[in-house]
């Protein structure tokens, strides 16, 4: 999805370092489990975590993440899963909580099928982190002014929603990023139209537990 410069300046972002536990909440095809399995090394840990919502998918995302654990290499990785608010249950306390295009999904009726709402999962999320531990959130942006609105339609969300809702959790904003900013996405489609896929205007927060 990106060149190698752009998961670079991301992985500094979040700063994912060797010997860090770092959480890839949602992984899909496990791109970024792969890339912060490599940067923490045998000191460290990567939970890939399936939520239980989507586990039952068609494209088996448990299973794929279980046999990416077994790669040559990546004694490393945990794959788990259960129910997102479950989080604590099947990981260790973190240093980085990775969500990468799936914070507005937590306002989707998919995800709050089973009764969690995006605090819930925040909250969830500041429990499982150390303290000093980062909350890297990147995002496709909706609108300014369009709260959460659009994000079942068009899966987008406004930052200024995200960041209001994670700081009610007790996390503070400690960093913002344009690094993947458009300013020529109207902000009007969904993520996936063919006419804005993999150029959508995303916003990039780290937020830490004091």
Request: charged content about 25%.
């Amino acid at each position: 999805m990106y060149d190698q410069s752009k998961q670079s300046e991301l992985i500094r972002f979040a700063r994912v370092d060797a010997g860090s536990t770092v959480i890839d909440v949602y992984p899909g095809d496990g791109d970024w489990t792969r890339l912060f399995s490599d940067i923490v090394g045998p000191a460290g840990r990567v939970y890939s975590f399936v939520p239980a919502e989507v586990a039952d998918f068609k494209n088996d995302p448990v299973g794929r993440m279980r046999a990416l654990a077994k790669e040559p290499g990546r004694e490393n990785v945990d794959a788990v899963s259960a129910d997102l608010v479950a989080l604590r249950d099947v990981t260790q306390p973190a240093d980085v909580l990775w969500l990468h295009l799936f914070y507005h999904d937590l306002h989707t009726a998919l995800m709050q099928a089973k009764g969690a709402t995006a605090a819930d999962f925040n909250r969830a999320v500041y429990a499982r982190l150390k303290p000093g531990g980062r909350y890297v959130i990147v995002d496709h942006a909706a609108a300014a002014g369009s709260g959460t609105g659009d994000a079942q339609s068009l899966h987008r969300i406004d930052p200024a929603s995200v960041r209001e809702e994670v700081e009610a959790a007790g996390f503070v904003l400690d960093a913002e990023s344009a690094m993947l900013a458009n300013k020529d996405d109207p902000h009007a489609t969904k993520a996936f139209d063919p006419a804005i896929k993999g150029q959508t205007d995303r916003f990039a927060y780290r937020f830490v537990k004091p």
